[in-house]
């Protein structure tokens, strides 16, 4: 079993989670401890996909092969926790940039603990970090078929879950209230204006669907509007009528209306109003383009592609 085995890992997050929970909260070493024990759920994040994702690249493969259990014995080296946190925006749904956001902090914080003489927790209170540090736990936990319970114990879970609920609460808050402004803003102007409003709306959003963009229905004016976001899962392809067809799953973040002029972001506004379904983004290419093929007879383009190569080209003209 390797040391970068899901278990091995969360086994370990768990351990340094008790040591947490156990420090007072106005203590530099909560902090500390929690930063730590997120990175190690983290990384056993992304260890429930593959260990291998967690080797850092070499040219000889040693890192790979000593997960795999092949090679030399020495420790090996791992990806950075900048990667590790890349790598969980892309395999976890719903773990967006706001969650990426709230770990960076409290990475941040723990290298500056470690490799320097500040006091970097002792300036960082809890307010400004502890419900988005509950969220991440509660999102990568959830990932792995585990729950905050299992990973705080209740206690700890149950003041992780009050807390969540509360944010969750004022998210919702605030978005109905921008949700009613706009209402009345918009139903406030002559039936004439709201219809072209609406229909250039709907224009727009069409056009966005071309760029990555997804409609839904405004939740302020009913009109036609658009939202985009973080892809997650990889691409999925798919061969037909000598065509690529390229699927990506997206977690939404944004939403603009053109009409009402209504704008949410980050996830958790878009669920609050309704508009925070996952959709999948669907585009379709030639084989040429999509795999960046060169045309043989395009002497140009061959020429140049062998200059920058460092080849020769000899044209047959």
């Known amino acids: ?66 997960v795999l259990g092949i090679g030399s014995t020495n420790a090996p080296k791992s990806v950075s926790m900048t990667q590790v946190l890349s790598l969980c925006r892309l395999l976890v749904p719903g773990f967006t940039d706001d969650e990426v956001k709230s770990a960076t902090a409290l990475v941040n914080r723990r290298n500056e603990e470690l490799h320097s003489g500040g006091a970097a927790f002792a300036t960082f209170p809890t307010q400004t970090w502890l419900t988005g540090f509950y969220a991440c736990c509660r999102i990568l936990a959830e990932h792995q078929g585990e729950s905050l319970e299992s990973l705080f114990g209740v206690e700890e879970a149950k003041a992780a879950s009050a807390m969540l609920e509360k944010k969750e609460s004022n998210v919702l808050s605030q978005v109905k209230g921008l949700i009613v402004a706009h209402q009345r803003v918009f139903q406030a102007k002559p039936e004439l204006e709201r219809q072209q409003l609406s229909g250039a709306a709907e224009g727009f959003a069409n056009d966005l669907c071309h760029r990555g963009h997804h409609r839904v229905i405004c939740p302020a004016c009913a009109s036609v509007a658009t939202v985009q976001g973080d892809t997650y899962g ?65 002497h140009e383009t061959m020429s140049k592609y062998a200059e920058d190569n460092g080849y020769y080209f000899f044209s047959n003209d």
């Open 1 to 66: 079993m390797s040391s970068w085995d899901r278990d091995s890992l969360w086994g370990k997050s768990v351990l340094f989670m008790q040591r947490a929970t156990a420090e007072d909260r106005e203590s530099a070493l909560f902090g500390l401890w929690a930063s730590l024990g997120l990175e190690l759920l983290a990384r056993a994040t992304v260890s429930k996909t593959s260990p291998v994702l967690l080797a850092e690249p070499d040219k000889e493969h040693r890192n790979v092969l000593h």
């Open 234 to 298: 990889g691409e999925r392809l798919e061969h037909r009528d000598g065509k690529i067809i390229v699927r990506e799953n997206v977690v939404p973040t944004k939403f603009e209306c053109l009409a009402c002029q209504l704008t949410l972001t980050g996830y958790h506004s878009l669920v609050a109003a309704g508009v925070g379904d996952h959709f999948t983004h669907r585009a379709e290419y030639d084989p040429s383009d999509y795999y960046e093929l060169i045309d043989p007879n395009d």
